[in-house]
């Protein structure tokens, strides 16, 4: 399969109950990660979270999707063609 460049963005709203679960997808992901950022956004509550990711679309889809199954987390995703 043909590989993509993305962005996924990735919005935690309860870090302390979700941190463990996110931190061991994005490990067992971690071959088609190419880079992360990580910021707190204390006044809101939030984590904000930016991934570049290079993996065909079944590898990004799979990472994207458990990471949406956490509670209380939002994953949107941006790739090349």
């Not at 996110?22 to 880079?35: E, Q």
Request: a positive charge.
């Amino acid at each position: 399969m043909e590989r993509r460049i993305g962005v996924i963005g990735i919005v935690v709203e309860n870090r302390k109950e979700v941190s463990d679960k996110l931190n061991k997808i994005l490990s067992d992901h971690g071959d088609i990660i190419v880079g992360r950022m990580g910021i707190p956004y204390k006044e809101r509550g939030l984590c904000v979270i930016s991934l570049i990711v290079d993996g065909t679309t079944d590898e990004i889809g799979a990472l994207t999707g458990k990471l949406g199954s956490l509670l209380g987390v939002k994953v949107k995703s941006a790739l090349t063609k």
